[in-house]
């Protein structure tokens, strides 16, 4: 069941300004409730009187790298700069309103808060969890985005990203999710494949005769995509003569078969991907600068396996209910979760994917996948270390936290933290799972709780009015 949305104040509070805008949310229809500390706080509004380290730091725990939603507004009586908006983006906030008495105020909120949920309950839709797979922050965000474009927008969309990272994919999602086009052909095509020869052929379509071969009529990409959506794969392989041809369709909406003097019209949406920087590739010469305009109304960067090793497990597990039907609890000995984890992977998703493919293949009887299953050609070397978690991440974040002044027992405190909210995260706030996580008693694991809201509530003491 869905929750209200969360209202909190930070700092003095404005008394007649807290009436007003509880007036302007009860206008709206919108039902608010008290923010809690405990699990995922979801979409809320934060208003402030008072900007300083403890705004910022609370507007992050918030949004928890922005998988909660923080709509914050300061209170009629401040004068804020255009810089603190951008402060408050960067720490976790969804969107910054303006102070507002009028009757729209209430207005902005609901449409902002309606458009979130409305993003948020595609994302968490079956359809979009059972094939994209994944709930690092890195990756939910990015994934809210795509969503958002591809549902609210009709434009053209440019995925750029490491091969294997799951392009085509996220092109069948927006398909999907495209409003006017889900009911008609998704067309793909690749660059990399197409013979220059028969290229007219495959975009355009051609009329019986046109060349030695052509018996009959054929329909190119360009008329089967039409009122549906168009994936170009690997488009910047595409040769400067199909360049031109394409911008012309895709500036027009129009084109001729190969021998043919007839126009067609075709209106479909354009969806791209490479694993090029076609930005350096339009610099140098490389790539038509009007068709890149063209094609990346919205460009999406898609993050390779590497900057979201906390999918690893989540993809692995969803590999075997593919692999193994037979056996959807089908579960993991430890020492193959660390060699899972900290294994690399050149070749994204589609390497992990092809590796649990063989794994799951040698697996026999029930219980777990031991070390066994793991083939010969894939074992780890003498000197891998399983547990080297601390990664290229970490150093920098200790690093920088020592740059600004925190001490040893701040940055100890920090990490604690933190793995204690991600314990409980992801378990669910099944604190007996989250303890058996953490490597700690579940006594232990509730007293840290205890003594981590204390230290919240006196900080937010000092903040809330």
Not at 122 to 147: E, H, K, Y
Not at 238 to 243: F, G, I, K, N, R
Request: aromatic share 6%; glycine share 8%; net charge neutral.
């Amino acid at each position: 069941m869905r929750r209200e949305p969360w209202l909190h104040f930070c700092g003095p509070k404005d008394l007649a300004g807290a009436k007003v805008l509880l007036e302007c949310l009860k206008r709206a229809g919108i039902c608010v409730r008290t923010l809690d500390g405990d699990g995922r706080c979801g979409e809320g509004i934060l208003c402030f009187s008072r900007v300083d380290e403890e705004l910022y730091d609370f507007v992050q725990e918030l949004s928890r790298n922005k998988d909660g939603r923080v709509l914050a507004i300061p209170t009629a009586n401040m004068a804020i700069d255009t810089s603190l908006m951008w402060q408050l983006l960067h720490a976790g906030a969804s969107d910054v309103l303006m102070w507002s008495s009028g009757a729209d105020l209430g207005e902005r909120i609901k449409a902002r808060l309606e458009r979130w949920r409305a993003v948020d309950d595609l994302v968490n839709s079956p359809p979009v969890q059972a094939s994209l797979v994944g709930a690092s922050p890195l990756w939910r965000t990015v994934l809210r985005q795509i969503v958002e474009v591809a549902r609210f927008t009709s434009v053209s969309i440019l995925l750029i990203g490491e091969s294997g990272t799951g392009k085509e994919l996220i092109a069948r999602l927006i398909h999907e999710l495209d409003p006017r086009a889900s009911t008609n052909e998704l067309v793909i095509l690749d660059c990399t494949t197409i013979v220059p020869e028969l290229s007219g052929s495959e975009f355009f379509g051609h009329e019986r005769g046109a060349f030695t071969g052509a018996v009959g009529a054929r329909d190119g990409a360009f008329a089967v995509a039409d009122r549906g959506t168009l994936f170009l794969d690997e488009v910047g392989e595409l040769p400067m003569p199909l360049q031109a041809q394409l911008l012309r369709v895709v500036q027009e909406g129009a084109y001729k078969r190969v021998g043919g003097n007839a126009w067609h019209r075709t209106e479909f949406r354009l969806v791209c991907a490479t694993n090029k920087d076609l930005e350096q590739a339009r610099v140098s010469g490389e790539f038509r600068t009007d068709l890149y305009y063209r094609i990346a109304s919205w460009v999406f960067r898609v993050p390779s396996l590497a900057e979201r090793r906390e999918d690893i497990l989540p993809l692995t597990e969803h590999f075997l209910r593919l692999f193994r039907p037979d056996n959807p609890c089908l579960g993991l000995d430890r020492p193959v979760r660390e060699y899972l984890l900290s294994r690399a992977y050149p070749g994204n998703i589609r390497d992990l994917r092809q590796l649990i493919g063989r794994i799951s293949s040698r697996h026999v009887g029930p219980g777990p996948i031991t070390v066994g299953d793991i083939p010969p050609e894939e074992l780890p070397g003498d000197r891998l270390a399983p547990r080297n978690w601390r990664n290229a991440d970490f150093e920098p974040a200790v690093r920088h936290a020592l740059a600004l002044g925190a001490g040893l027992k701040e940055i100890g405190q920090a990490a604690t933290d933190a793995a204690l909210r991600i314990a409980i995260d992801e378990e669910n706030c099944n604190l007996q799972l989250a303890a058996r996580r953490l490597g700690v008693t579940d006594r232990t694991l509730q007293m840290r709780q205890a003594a981590r809201r204390s230290r919240d509530g006196g900080s937010r003491d000092r903040t809330a009015g």
